[in-house]
């Protein structure tokens, strides 16, 4: 089992950038792909971006690609996002995700372990 906890969120201006992290507990952290999605009010809970077990491999959504970057130090047992040129409408609740199915790895549903959430809010 792992326990996520999320940190980072805040304001900031349109244009600004944000670095979320995702403290994992347990020894197992290594095993997990970890996962951001994002949920904004009235809306879905959507992918933003998953990280592989090692970090050599990691993949966005259209919508953040070459703003947003994922990255994992397996020897902190955290997982980050760096978001630059946040727009307003990637204000949402951000949540960390972990999961050991890499096939499923763009749909919440495949990820049973789940942060308590940020809120990310872009002002423009």
């Known amino acids: 089992q792992v326990q996520l906890v999320e940190s980072g969120g805040g304001l900031v201006q349109a244009g600004g950038s944000l670095r979320l992290s995702c403290a994992a507990s347990g020894r197992t952290f290594r095993m997990y792909h970890m996962g951001w999605f994002r949920q904004a009010p009235g809306k879905e809970r959507d992918f933003v971006a998953v990280?592989?077990?090692?970090?050599?491999?990691?993949h966005y959504a259209d919508s953040v690609k070459d703003r947003f970057a994922i990255s994992r130090d397996n020897a902190k047992n955290t997982v980050y996002l760096q978001m630059n040129s946040l727009k307003p409408e990637d204000t949402a609740v951000y949540y960390c995700a972990a999961t050991l199915d890499y096939g499923l790895r763009f749909r919440p549903g495949s990820y049973p372990y789940w942060g308590q959430g940020t809120q990310v809010t872009v002002s423009s």
């Open positions: 990280i592989s077990q090692s970090g050599d491999s990691a």
